[in-house]
């Protein structure tokens, strides 16, 4: 979790620089615009990659406004920089292609209770 607010904060936790600014925004580009991607694994299916994130949401400027790394076994971390918040989700059962959409349930409801981007 403090490495995903460190994220939030451009870099920052608790008030110590850890990534340059610039280095986090290089982080949350789309790096493969119209490359050819041979395989994506079916949780990240329709999100562009960034580098050692998924850039799962976008404004209309095409800026990264929600970015994730979705784990093989059920941890869901990510980041929604529009409603400036930061979580883990951890699953113990859900295996497969349903978890996906349990995740973006789970971040919706969240969304719903804080409303649109500050």
């Known amino acids: 979790m403090n490495f995903l ?4 904060n451009k870099g920052v936790f608790e008030g110590k620089r850890i990534l ?5 925004a290089e982080m ?6 119209g490359l050819a991607v041979k395989f994506t694994p079916k949780i990240a299916e ?3 990659y960034g580098l050692g994130e998924w850039i799962q949401e976008k404004d209309g400027n095409g800026n990264s406004m ?13 980041i929604d ?4 918040y930061a979580a ?3 699953v113990k059962t859900i295996l497969g292609e349903q978890k996906k959409d349990v995740y973006l349930q789970f971040k919706q409801a969240v969304d719903d209770q804080l409303g649109g981007c500050k």
Do not use: D
Request: aromatic share 16%; with cysteine.
């Open 88 to 90: 883990i989700i951890f």
């Open 66 to 78: 929600v970015v994730s790394s979705p784990g093989l076994f059920g941890t869901w971390p990510y």
């Open 46 to 48: 329709g999100f562009e």
């Open 28 to 33: 949350q580009k789309n790096h493969f615009p």
């Open 20 to 24: 340059s600014e610039e280095a986090v």
């Open 81 to 84: 920089k529009c409603r400036n």
């Open 5 to 8: 607010v460190m994220i939030l």
